[in-house]
């Protein structure tokens, strides 16, 4: 299974029969096992049809028995394109339940990811910069995903962020804030968490809102200003800078706008300061129980749950 996905097994008792594989009668009741991957339940007339597409194509791969299905199944991502990856993720465990039987393994494909190199750093001026915010600006916003500058990014955050740098995965932004012609903060941007029970009461959306909307929400993963640079209220202002410009700029980029952003600030380092000065939120606290937790029990620390909309309209908006 791909790395950040994740599967769930359900017993449902039902009082009909279930089709296919997916019950055992007892008495007068079935146990009806649900599989669902990725928010998708997987039924048993989509068995017969994976099953029907590998007997049909027996001399066909994995990948393009993959984009074959999704091709059937009009499964798309927003502007287009199959949800290639995600679909060989569900055939790969619908194979290891026993469900089907996929084709063996035609070749391993090198994977760039598995061994990344850690972004190297960048020599750039570290002269202290100690001022007030009128005395350093314009301060200057650049996109810098796809450019030229995204390696300085890479190896800023990899150099001088607590957690480091990470490659992230599905839609994402990066940006690099700029003042006297330095380089002065750094913002990452990423798809947002698909459950987020702090976020998802506070919007109130139902699960079928959520699965249609959540690509409507950008989740601001890493926020650095670098260690040289004091500032008073730079933080907070390019947040509002941010605020203003983010969902232009990720309809540029993936086609559709942003409605609503959120972060994490963890209270055993920091306060969340600069955000409530820039009209953040609190809606609540995680749970501490991370995507791969298969107990109620916290494996990781308890964050609080920050949001900002960029909309009067957001619920609405994310609702309908």
């Not at 089709?19 to 079935?30: M, V």
């Not at 299905?69 to 991502?77: E, G, S």
């Not at 494909?109 to 570290?126: E, K, M, W």
Request: aromatic letters at 8%; hydrophobic letters at 40%; glycine letters at 6%.
């Amino acid at each position: 299974m791909a790395t950040g996905e994740c599967a769930e097994v359900k017993i449902i008792a039902k009082d009909s029969p279930a089709p296919l594989a997916f019950h055992e009668k007892q008495a007068h009741t079935a146990v009806v096992l649900e599989l669902k991957y990725r928010g998708r339940v997987i039924t048993g007339q989509d068995i017969v049809e994976i099953r029907e597409l590998i007997a049909t194509h027996p001399g066909k791969s994995r990948r393009m028995l993959s984009a074959m299905l999704c091709d059937q199944w009009q499964w798309k991502q927003p502007n287009g394109a199959l949800r290639d990856m995600v679909c060989r993720g569900m055939l790969l465990m619908l194979d290891r339940a026993g469900q089907i039987e996929l084709p063996p393994v035609k070749r391993v494909p090198h994977n760039p990811l598995a061994r990344r190199t850690r972004p190297s750093p960048v020599p750039i001026d570290t002269t202290p910069v100690e001022c007030g915010l009128d005395q350093i600006q314009p301060v200057e916003f650049a996109q810098v995903r796809r450019s030229g500058d995204e390696p300085l990014f890479n190896g800023l955050m990899e150099e001088h962020h607590y957690l480091g740098y990470e490659q992230p995965v599905g839609e994402h932004l990066k940006y690099v804030a700029w003042a006297q012609g330095r380089p002065i903060a750094c913002m990452a941007w990423s798809s947002a968490a698909r459950h987020l029970g702090a976020r998802d009461r506070y919007i109130g959306w139902d699960q079928p809102a959520r699965r249609r909307n959540i690509r409507l929400i950008a989740y601001n993963t890493r926020f650095l200003i670098l260690p040289w640079v004091r500032v008073k209220h730079l933080a907070s202002h390019i947040l509002g800078r941010m605020a203003a410009r983010i969902s232009e700029d990720w309809e540029r980029m993936y086609g559709h706008p942003i409605y609503f952003l959120e972060t994490f600030v963890d209270p055993a380092r920091f306060r969340g300061t600069c955000y409530r000065a820039a009209n953040w939120a609190l809606l609540g606290k995680t749970t501490g129980r991370g995507k791969q937790s298969n107990s109620y029990v916290p494996n990781r620390s308890i964050k609080q749950v920050l949001g900002y909309p960029l909309t009067k309209r957001f619920r609405a908006l994310l609702t309908e």
